[in-house]
């Protein structure tokens, strides 16, 4: 009784957001009032729809013992990314979206979810707390990824992969990497500083050329 009062409850204040209530008082003739009552219905239908789907995939991860060992231990890793010897078990908003950039979330319906749908994601799970919990993960944000997108969430669940470390890599430079370009110094291994055949007499002797590193032996 309490979850569908709230469920209701969420659900009057998301059409009073979209401007029902105006639209209905605006409303005089009967076309408006059917035009509105159509609109108002089609809501109804798509809100609780997705309800359902939400519902059922939560059912479904429940289910899936084995992996939720597994889906434990890749959320760790990532509550703990880049934090050293940290012991945290919430996962942050920079971590989620992290998480559900590399795991190539935004891929699956690139209309329906994107970077900006999983900061929404993140602050509609958490209700302005900064952290996330595993069963907030697990029991809601997984399962309302896979609603934004239209999908079960077993293809969520497939996509779901330890973090990588992404390191920056130097650009390629023909001048460097290119030894076919090397002159000078460089074609012999470049300058040293470890000489042993070198002495301030040699160094003064003008009869004596110096190689190709300057140097007189």
Known sequence: MGAAASVNKEFAKDMKNKGFKEQILKAKTDDEKIRVFNALQEEVRLYFAATQIQAAARKKLANQSLSGGSLHEIFLKFCRFGKGQSNTTELDGKRWAKFCKENKFYTINKKAFNATGADMVFAKVCRKAKFMSFNQFKDEALPEVASRCGVDVSEVL?????????????????????????????LEGGPST?????????QANRDNKADVRGVVH
Do not use: C, E
Not at 194 to 202: C, G, M, T
């Open 194 to 202: 470890n000489d042993a055949k070198i002495s301030l007499s040699s």
């Open 158 to 186: 497939g996509r779901i992969a330890d973090p990588k470390n992404s390191g920056t890599k130097a650009d390629y430079s023909k001048f460097h990497d290119d030894r076919s370009t090397w002159t000078g110094v460089a």
